[in-house]
C-alpha cells in the first residue's frame, strides 16, 4: 500500500510543478513581447443590421491569428474550438448563434442565405477578400485589416484601409506606432444604428410573464388540491 | 367531463406537447412554466399512477443536473460575468469561471430534469396493451417490441430493491464500491434470465411470425404496401434529418409524406392474422378529446411560432447575460397543458 501512496504523491508533486512552470513560462513569454516594437492593425466587423465596428488594434508581436485579433479588439466574443481546424466564431457582441447551432453547423441552417460569420481580409486595393485559412490559421501582420461579416452571401462590405479606418476613428497610426502607450488598448467604434434593435427588457414584459406564471401555479395548485379532497380515503 | 383515466393515446400526445417546447430552446421563463405545468399534472395523477420501479428516475437525473452543471462552469469558459478562474495551464479547465456558463448549466439541468419527469409521469399511466389494440395489425409487433424495452428499466429498478433487501437480510453491508459485486451479479442473471422468459412467452405466442402466408390473391396490392412502408420510412428518416439541419419546409413535407405513405400502406397491407383478442373495448371519453386536442394546440402553436420567430423560445447567456424575453404566445400555449390535471374525477357518463 506504501508504495502506492508514495507514487500518488510523486505524480501529484509533478503535476504542481508542471503547472507552475507553464504558467511561469506564458508570463515570461507575454513579458518579452511587451517589450518589443508596437504593430498596428485593423479589423472590420459588419453585423448584417446597418452596423459596421471599425476598430485598431496595436500589438507587440511580430504578428498575430486572426482570431488573436478579434479577441484583443476587445469585442464581446463566443467561439466554439474545433480542434485541428481551429476555432469558430458563434457571436460577435449580440451577433450570431447559440452555442449548440454553433457547434454543430457554425450557424447556418439548411436555408444557403442563412448567416455566419465570414472571414476575410484586406487585398491590396482595400478590397475583401474571403480568407483562403481560417482565422485561426491566417497570419496578421503590421497595416493589415481583417473583416468579420455576418451574411449568408458574399460580403459586400465597403473598401477600407488602415489609414482609412485610422481617419475614421481620429487616430494617427504614425504616432501611434512611434509612441505606444504603457497598455495596449484597441480602439472600437461603432457607426450605424442597428435595424434590428429590439430594445431591453420592459417591466411591462416581466410583469405579463410572472402574471401567466401566477396564474399556472395559481391553477395547478388549485388541481392539486381538488384532486387531494376527492382522493380515497 | 371529469374522469378517472385517460386513454394512452391522450397521455402520448400531452407528452409530445410538453417536451416540444423543452427540445426547442433554454428559455427560463418556459422551463419554468413547463416544470410547474409537469409537477402539476403529476401530482393530481399520483394516485393513480403506477409507480413501480419508477421512483429512482427523478433522482438520477438530478443527479445528472448537477454533473452537467458543474461540467458547464469547469468547461465552458465564455461570458461577461466572471466570478473566479482557474489557471490557464490547466487543460480543459483551466481560465475564467462565468455566472454565464454555471446558468446555462442549471437551465439545461432542469430541462433534463422535467424531460425526464415528463417521461416518467407518461409512462405511468400508458397502457400498452391499449396501444397494441389501437395499432394497425402490421405494426403491432413494433408496439410489443416497444412495450418490452420500455419495461426494462422500471423493472430492473425493482429486481435492483429485491436483491438488494435480500442481501442485507443476510448480513450484508456496503461500504465501498466492492460490495456492490453480490448485487450487480444476480442483477445481471436476472436480467438475462428474464430476458430470456421474455423471448420464450413472445415465441410461444407466435411473434414475429406471419399467422397467414403471403396473399397471392392482391400482388400489386401487396407491391404497393411494400412500397407505401419504404417510402414511409424513408420520408420520416428524412424529415428527422431536415428538422436537424433546419430545413424546416422540407421537414414538413417529408413528415406529411412519411405519415401518410405509412396510413396508405396500412390500409393496403393484406391482414398478417394475428388474431387480438379484447376481453375490454377501451372508451374515448370527452375528457380525452379536451387533453388530445389541447395538447395539440399548444404543440402547433409553440412548434409553429418556434418556426416565426426563433427567438421566442432561446435565450443567449454567451457572450453576454441579459434578461430572457417573455413571448406571450409561447407560454399562454404552454399553459393548455394544464388541462390533464383540471379533468381528473369521478367518472361521468355523457
Known amino acids: 500500500m506504501n508504495w502506492r501512496r508514495r507514487a500518488a504523491g510523486f505524480l501529484l508533486l509533478a503535476c504542481v510543478i508542471l503547472s507552475a512552470a507553464a504558467l511561469r513560462f506564458e508570463q515570461r513569454d507575454v513579458a518579452g513581447q511587451a517589450a518589443g516594437e508596437i504593430n498596428v492593425a485593423g479589423i472590420a466587423i459588419d453585423y448584417g443590421d446597418d452596423q459596421v465596428t471599425y476598430g485598431i488594434v496595436p500589438f507587440a508581436e511580430d504578428s498575430l491569428s486572426g482570431i488573436e485579433l478579434l479577441e484583443r479588439s476587445g469585442v464581446a466574443l463566443l467561439t466554439v474550438e474545433f480542434g485541428g481546424l481551429g476555432t469558430a466564431v458563434c457571436v460577435i457582441e449580440e451577433t450570431g448563434c447559440d452555442l449548440g447551432a454553433c457547434r454543430a453547423r457554425l450557424c447556418q441552417t439548411g436555408d444557403p442565405d442563412s448567416p455566419f460569420w465570414q472571414y476575410l481580409r484586406r487585398t491590396g486595393d482595400g478590397a475583401w477578400q474571403t480568407a483562403p485559412l481560417g482565422p485561426s490559421s491566417s497570419t496578421v501582420e503590421d497595416g493589415d485589416v481583417d473583416g468579420w461579416f455576418w451574411t449568408g452571401q458574399a460580403p459586400d462590405g465597403e473598401a477600407v484601409t488602415l489609414e482609412s479606418i485610422g481617419e475614421r476613428l481620429d487616430i494617427d497610426l504614425d504616432v501611434l506606432r512611434s509612441t505606444p502607450p504603457q497598455t495596449l488598448t484597441p480602439t472600437l467604434v461603432t457607426f450605424g444604428v442597428s435595424s434590428n434593435a429590439d430594445g431591453l427588457l420592459g417591466r411591462s414584459e416581466i410583469l405579463v410573464g410572472v402574471l401567466v406564471l401566477g396564474a399556472v401555479i395559481a391553477v395547478g395548485a388549485m388541481a392539486v388540491v381538488r384532486s387531494r379532497r376527492m382522493a380515497p380515503g | ?350
Open chain 2, 1 to 350: 367531463m371529469t374522469t378517472a383515466a385517460l386513454d394512452s393515446r391522450s397521455w402520448l400526445a400531452w407528452g409530445l406537447a410538453a417536451m416540444t417546447p423543452l427540445l426547442l430552446g433554454r428559455n427560463p421563463w418556459v422551463l419554468l412554466e413547463v416544470l410547474i405545468v409537469v409537477v402539476a399534472v403529476r401530482l393530481v395523477w399520483l394516485a393513480r399512477a403506477n409507480r413501480q420501479g419508477m421512483g429512482w428516475f427523478p433522482r438520477i437525473a438530478t443527479v445528472f443536473m448537477a454533473i452537467g452543471v458543474l461540467f458547464n462552469v469547469l468547461t465552458v469558459h465564455a461570458g461577461d460575468r466572471v466570478f473566479g478562474s482557474l489557471p490557464e495551464a490547466w487543460p480543459i479547465i483551466g481560465g475564467e469561471l462565468t455566472w454565464n456558463a454555471l446558468l446555462y448549466g442549471v437551465l439545461s439541468g432542469v430541462a433534463l430534469f422535467t424531460l425526464v419527469l415528463i417521461g416518467i409521469t407518461v409512462s405511468s399511466h400508458i397502457s400498452w396493451i391499449e396501444l397494441v389494440h389501437v395499432l394497425p395489425p402490421r405494426l403491432a409487433t413494433i408496439a410489443v417490441t416497444g412495450s418490452v424495452a420500455w419495461a426494462f428499466l422500471p423493472q430492473t429498478a425493482v429486481a435492483w430493491r429485491h436483491i438488494r433487501e435480500a442481501q442485507t437480510m443476510r448480513g450484508h453491508t456496503f461500504r465501498g464500491i466492492r460490495d456492490f459485486i453480490p448485487i450487480v451479479v444476480p442483477l445481471l442473471a436476472g436480467g438475462l434470465e428474464r430476458s430470456l422468459a421474455v423471448s420464450e412467452a413472445l415465441e410461444s405466442r407466435g411473434f414475429g411470425a406471419s399467422g397467414a402466408p403471403r396473399s397471392t390473391d392482391h400482388p400489386i396490392r401487396s407491391a404497393f404496401a411494400d412500397l407505401g412502408l419504404i417510402v414511409g420510412l424513408v420520408g420520416l428518416a428524412a424529415g428527422a434529418y431536415c428538422v436537424a439541419v433546419g430545413m424546416l419546409k422540407w421537414a414538413v413535407a417529408s413528415f406529411g409524406v412519411g405519415f401518410l405513405a405509412l396510413y396508405a400502406a396500412s390500409r393496403l397491407a393484406p391482414s398478417p392474422g394475428i388474431a387480438i383478442t379484447r376481453y375490454r373495448t377501451a372508451t374515448w371519453r370527452v375528457a380525452d378529446t379536451l387533453v388530445t386536442a389541447s395538447a395539440a394546440v399548444a404543440f402547433g402553436i409553440v412548434a409553429g411560432w418556434s418556426l416565426f420567430r426563433p427567438e421566442a423560445l432561446a435565450f443567449w447567456v454567451y457572450p453576454e447575460l441579459l434578461a430572457p424575453r417573455v413571448d406571450i404566445i409561447a407560454i399562454l400555449a404552454i399553459g393548455l397543458l394544464l388541462v390533464p390535471a383540471l379533468v381528473v374525477g369521478e367518472e361521468r357518463r355523457w
